[in-house]
């Protein structure tokens, strides 16, 4: 059963500093691995999606990695923005994609 | 650029009734779920759907919860007798072919409020 771990929890930075995201899962035969950020009040915006044969996906600011061996994924945030202030989610799904199973979140906060 | 829309965008309803989601998809995806998301708690997966019929479903989606597309558009959740711990945000998404690992699209939710 896929467990999806995140840390932290909450993260305050101030603006421009780079920042990690930390996500693990428990079941490494994942067949692809999604960043997603959610806005208060909102739904859920794919940012990066890993295919299961891929190690990275790269978006303007955002870098995402994966590493199956080691069950984990991380999201790099280079120079922050106020406008990057939300949750940050991490979500695996299984094979075929049919089922997604999510993280409980990162909340940022990016001070200006 | 295309969406997916949910309506209601808050629906209140009393102990015990049923309750209907809708979800208009992206008209030319193929594969549709329903997430929920208690307050506070993580994004929970409760079905996919391809083809007409159900692809994976969770432990939460039992007898009390069912899925349909009625027609070309769109795409419902039933939740039958509904009880108070009902009451949660639900996610729709639809992505376009899942076997490509394409992303999938959310729609704003719908918040179920059951009193």
């Known amino acids: 059963k896929q467990e999806v771990t995140q840390i932290p929890a909450a993260l305050s930075v101030p603006e421009g500093e780079n920042l990690v995201l930390n996500c693990s899962f428990t079941?490494?035969?994942?067949?692809?691995l999604q960043w997603f950020r959610q806005d208060p009040g909102k739904g859920l915006t794919s940012l990066l999606l890993?295919?299961?044969?891929?190690r990275e996906q790269t978006s303007g600011r955002l870098n995402a990695s994966l590493d199956k061996s080691s069950g984990r994924s991380t999201l790099y945030i280079a120079a922050s923005q106020p406008g990057d202030s939300a949750t940050y989610l991490c979500?695996?799904?299984?094979?075929?994609?049919?089922?997604?199973?999510f993280g409980a979140g990162t909340r940022l906060f990016v001070k200006a | 650029e295309p969406e997916v829309t949910q309506t209601p965008s808050h629906q209140v309803t009393q102990m015990g009734q049923e309750v209907i989601l809708r979800c208009v998809p992206i008209?030319?995806?193929?594969?549709f779920y329903w997430y929920r998301q208690i307050l506070g708690q993580k994004v929970e997966f409760l079905v996919s759907?391809?083809?007409?019929?159900?692809?994976?479903k969770s432990e939460i989606f039992d007898d009390q919860f069912s899925v349909e597309r009625p027609d070309g558009s769109n795409f419902t959740l039933k939740i039958r007798s509904t009880k108070l711990e009902d009451s949660a945000m639900y996610f729709c998404?639809?992505?376009?072919?899942?076997?490509?690992?394409?992303?999938?699209?959310f729609g704003d939710g719908t918040r179920l409020s059951i009193l």
């Open positions: 998404a639809s992505s376009p072919d899942s076997l490509s690992n394409q992303p999938q699209h």
């Open positions: 079941d490494s035969a994942i067949y692809n």
């Open positions: 890993i295919q299961s044969s891929q």
């Open positions: 979500a695996g799904s299984n094979t075929g994609g049919f089922k997604t199973i």
């Open positions: 008209s030319n995806h193929l594969y």
């Open positions: 759907f391809y083809n007409n019929e159900i692809s994976e």
